[in-house]
């Protein structure tokens, strides 16, 4: 009978896509994903106006004209701070969720957006530049914990067949944001100089409705279960998310990962890299983060229009043809989205750095030749929309579904919390080095992007295994055999609560 039960629970964890599902799903990415997307992109229309109230404030108060290069300096920090406070939030993942919950760390984490977004609104006012600065980090804060959150919520309430998709909204919440800052940016909108301060305090607005809403979804029900051992609770929380009558195969296989974590707490973040067991998970998650940062994609959300006046583009066109690349993100991301269950995850993954890799080495190019070929300026601007497609296609959303697929409970917060803060580091350093680098090395700057999304897509292709509709343990024991570990040490880690192997060789 046990050796039969898995099997057949596994096949009745799948299920249909309900509406408190999909609900909770776009609502926890509308207040948190969609407000990351936004902060990347909505200093890039305004720099100017930045710039020039730095230069203003700081003649104001100390009576001394900057040089260009210093506000330069200083509007990057302005930009990169959002991806310091990202990486502090990060770090607070594994307390805050294990203590509070999934739901209920975004739900408390909310307040940061009030505080951030209400500094930004009134720096103008104050004559003061620090405000910006630290609204923005503040913001970071908050998107550092929600980016990791969110995924990780979706994840553990979304059944096997649904994970992809329902793990690849927030990537759409997160190019939609990206798009209404562009669109908001535009000279007939809020572009103006009067408006740049209403422009980034808007954050608020999706977090006011995430805040009067969220509240009355449950729980993670692995979570509620799993950590707080509240049975009732997972119950009600599984009928809310699931068609009533399909939720008994579920609690079993809780059940069962409860039984094999039982003798272990939450593993701390050196634990987890310490833990032989789950090496090339790490590694993973590492290459995975470290990639997505160094592709490139956030030198274009940064910067877009500079680097489209450098491809060319006349100067009067060139915010409309950022708002385009908005509209080319949201579509890209959404095709991920609709065929992440049917292609996989490996597939977006290589297919979408294959492509990144191409459009880099095509930038360059094309920004070498344009002096002779004046069609090259639209080479360009296509090889710039076909980096952004081809990261939200798959690099975009993939890593953090893959970072809760490839860990159990035990270890997902502290997984998070490396991806996390790996990610945001890298965010922060091709933040504030880009411009300087882009001095130094002109076109050329765009084979280093290139090299590196050559090489996370070979990765992928040689290490990360197909995670399509498997359960965590399933998943595990795809892993185990790239770990190296003895037959006896693996043993001795089930056991201890992490492989699986133990248990099918059993039967």
């Known amino acids: 009978m046990e050796g039969e039960l898995l099997p057949r629970n596994d096949a009745n964890i799948c299920a249909h896509l309900t509406v408190s599902l999909l609900a909770v799903t776009f609502l926890a990415s509308f207040g948190s994903s969609l407000l990351f997307g936004y902060n990347l992109a909505v200093v890039n229309s305004p720099a100017q106006y930045i710039k020039d109230f730095y230069n203003e404030t700081i003649v104001e108060s100390y009576g001394w004209t900057p040089d260009e290069q210093f506000l330069t300096a200083l509007?990057?920090?302005?930009?990169?701070?959002?991806?310091?406070?990202?990486?502090?939030?990060?770090?607070?993942?594994?307390?805050?969720?294990?203590?509070?919950?999934?739901?209920?760390?975004?739900?408390?984490?909310?307040?940061?957006?009030?505080?951030?977004?209400?500094?930004?609104?009134?720096?103008?006012?104050?004559?003061?530049?620090?405000?910006?600065?630290?609204?923005?980090?503040?913001?970071?804060?908050?998107?550092?914990?929600?980016?990791?959150?969110?995924?990780?919520?979706?994840?553990?309430?979304?059944?096997?067949?649904?994970?992809?998709?329902?793990?690849?909204?927030?990537?759409?919440?997160?190019?939609?944001?990206?798009?209404?800052?562009?669109?908001?940016?535009?000279?007939?909108?809020?572009?103006?100089?009067?408006?740049?301060?209403?422009?980034?305090?808007?954050?608020?607005?999706?977090?006011?409705?995430?805040?009067?809403?969220?509240?009355?979804?449950?729980?993670?029900?692995?979570?509620?279960?799993?950590?707080?051992?509240?049975?009732?609770?997972?119950?009600?929380?599984?009928?809310?998310?699931?068609?009533?009558?399909?939720?008994?195969?579920?609690?079993?296989?809780?059940?069962?990962?409860?039984?094999?974590?039982?003798?272990?707490?939450?593993?701390?973040?050196?634990?987890?890299?310490?833990?032989?067991?789950?090496r090339w998970q790490v590694i993973t998650v590492v290459v995975a983060n470290i990639g997505m940062q160094l592709s490139g994609i956030d030198v274009i959300w940064y910067y877009t229009n500079d680097i489209f006046k450098n491809a060319g583009i006349?100067?009067?066109?060139?915010?409309?043809?950022?708002?385009?690349?908005?509209?080319?993100?949201?579509?890209?991301?959404?095709?991920?989205?609709?065929?992440?269950?049917?292609?996989?995850?490996?597939?977006?993954?290589?297919?979408?750095?294959?492509?990144?890799?191409?459009?880099?080495?095509?930038?360059?190019?094309?920004?070498?030749?344009?002096?002779?070929?004046?069609?090259?300026?639209?080479?360009?601007?296509?090889?710039?929309?076909?980096?952004?497609?081809?990261?939200?296609?798959?690099?975009?959303?993939?890593?953090?579904l893959i970072t809760a697929e490839l860990f159990k409970q035990s270890h997902r917060p502290a997984a998070y919390t490396v991806g996390g803060c790996l990610n945001w580091l890298f965010n922060f350093a091709i933040g504030f080095i880009f411009p300087f680098l882009e001095m130094a090395a002109g076109p050329y700057c765009y084979l280093i992007f290139c090299t590196i999304c050559l090489g996370v897509a070979v990765y992928t292709i040689v290490i990360l295994p197909e995670t399509k509709n498997k359960t965590f343990m399933e998943i595990s024991q795809m892993l185990a055999t790239k770990n190296t570990i003895l037959r006896e040490e693996l043993k001795l880690a089930v056991m201890n609560g992490y492989g699986t192997l133990g248990h099918h060789e059993e039967k």
């Not at 103008?124 to 929600?146: E, K, N, Q």
């Not at 090259?376 to 710039?384: D, F």
Request: hydrophobic share 45%.
């Open 314 to 400: 006349p100067e009067p066109y060139v915010q409309y043809t950022t708002v385009g690349t908005g509209v080319v993100e949201i579509i890209f991301g959404t095709l991920g989205c609709f065929t992440i269950e049917r292609l996989g995850r490996r597939s977006l993954m290589i297919g979408g750095y294959l492509f990144m890799g191409l459009c880099c080495a095509g930038i360059t190019a094309s920004m070498l030749l344009q002096a002779q070929l004046s069609f090259m300026h639209y080479i360009s601007m296509g090889c710039i929309v076909g980096i952004i497609a081809g990261f939200c296609i798959g690099p975009a959303g993939v890593p953090f």
């Open 75 to 278: 509007y990057s920090l302005t930009v990169s701070i959002f991806a310091i406070g990202g990486m502090m939030g990060a770090l607070l993942v594994g307390v805050l969720v294990t203590k509070y919950g999934r739901k209920g760390t975004l739900v408390r984490s909310t307040v940061l957006v009030f505080i951030g977004g209400t500094l930004m609104g009134f720096s103008r006012l104050c004559r003061m530049p620090a405000m910006v600065i630290v609204g923005r980090f503040i913001m970071g804060v908050y998107s550092g914990i929600s980016l990791s959150v969110v995924p990780m919520y979706l994840s553990e309430i979304a059944p096997k067949n649904l994970r992809g998709f329902l793990g690849l909204v927030p990537t759409i919440h997160i190019c939609l944001g990206v798009f209404i800052a562009q669109a908001l940016g535009l000279p007939e909108l809020l572009g103006k100089e009067e408006y740049w301060p209403l422009l980034l305090s808007l954050v608020v607005c999706p977090t006011m409705v995430q805040l009067m809403l969220l509240p009355w979804f449950p729980e993670s029900p692995r979570y509620l279960f799993i950590e707080k051992g509240n049975v009732d609770a997972t119950i009600k929380a599984l009928n809310c998310y699931r068609t009533k009558g399909n939720i008994q195969a579920e609690v079993e296989e809780m059940e069962e990962e409860k039984c094999s974590l039982s003798s272990i707490q939450t593993v701390s973040v050196c634990g987890l890299l310490m833990d032989r067991c789950v």
